[in-house]
Each structure stands twice: as C-alpha cells, then as structure tokens.
C-alpha cells in the first residue's frame, strides 16, 4: 500500500505507522477471541514468514471469549439433548469429541497453570420457568454418560 495515496496530500506517515499499518499482509483475521486468535497461530505454525494481523472492533476484545464468565465446555445436557433432536447421535457425539480436542489443544498449547484451568465438573440451573425443560433432559443423564465416556475418560459428567 501507497502511504501516500491513504490520507490527504500533506499527511506524512511514521515509520511506525507504516510498519504497523499500511503494508500488505498475508492474512487478516477480525476478530481476537479463541477462534480468532487460534486461527492467528495456527496461520503462523504453518506459514512462518506470512505475515499475519489480528484486528478487533474493541482495543480490548469484549466478545463472548472474555466474557464466558472463565468456563469452557463441551455442551451441556440441554445442549446435547438438543443436538440430538437436529442431528443424528453419531454426529452429536462426534461434535463433542471435537469441542473435547479443542479444549485439551487449548490446554496443551497455553498451559492450565497459564489459564487457571480447574476441572469443576459443569452446572445447569433449571427456574421455575424452565421446569419442562428440565422434565425433557433428567432422564438423559445417565445414557449420556456412557455414550460420552470413551471420549472424555470417565462416566461421571453429568448429575
């Protein structure tokens, strides 16, 4: 990019402001939460010498990756139930298997010391107002179990 096509005739950039932003870049990813900032890495993992820019609507992001309240799943039972009302089980499971991965790479490569990773177990609270919601997946508990422990180790996940 021509610095001096960019602005007004007498507008002359930095040297930083040229370096930092008006070259060409290989890639640029909008947005600077989990998927964007993964995208970011594993761009630069695969392609060393491109040139990569993260860029966000906000200085600092403000999108539902800072503001998960610090959890990180793989679907509730709500969610699963409903997964399997719009999809076959083997795609459901094989979705959950692919959030399990994703937050075990995301462990491996930042570090759960890094991220203050502590498996708590999850929790889903049913109102009043929600009261048939919770009638539709109590009995899915222990069938979910078991279809979900060959991928995350255990049969204890959801009570």
């Known amino acids: 990019m021509n610095p001096s096509s960019t602005s007004a005739p007498d507008r002359t950039f930095s040297y930083w402001e040229q370096k930092s932003f008006l070259f060409q870049r290989d890639l640029i990813v909008v947005g600077a939460g989990i998927v964007g900032l993964s995208a970011a890495y594993f761009y630069k993992q695969n392609f060393p010498t491109h040139s990569v820019a993260v860029?966000?609507?906000?200085l600092i992001p403000k999108g539902a990756s800072s503001r998960n309240a610090g959890f990180a799943c793989f679907g509730s039972v709500t969610e699963l139930v409903d997964d399997e009302?719009?999809?076959s089980q083997d795609e459901m499971l094989a979705?959950?298997?692919?959030?399990?991965?994703g937050l075990n790479l995301l462990r491996s490569l930042l570090g759960d010391q890094n991220i203050d990773y502590q498996n708590r177990g999850g929790f889903e609270v049913f109102r009043e107002s929600t009261a048939e919601q919770w009638e539709l997946v109590q009995n899915h508990y222990e069938r979910l179990n078991q279809l979900l422990k060959p991928i995350v180790g255990t049969s204890d996940i959801f009570r």
């Open 55 to 58: 860029i966000d609507r906000e």
């Open 85 to 87: 009302a719009n999809m």
């Open 95 to 101: 979705l959950v298997e692919k959030r399990w991965k």
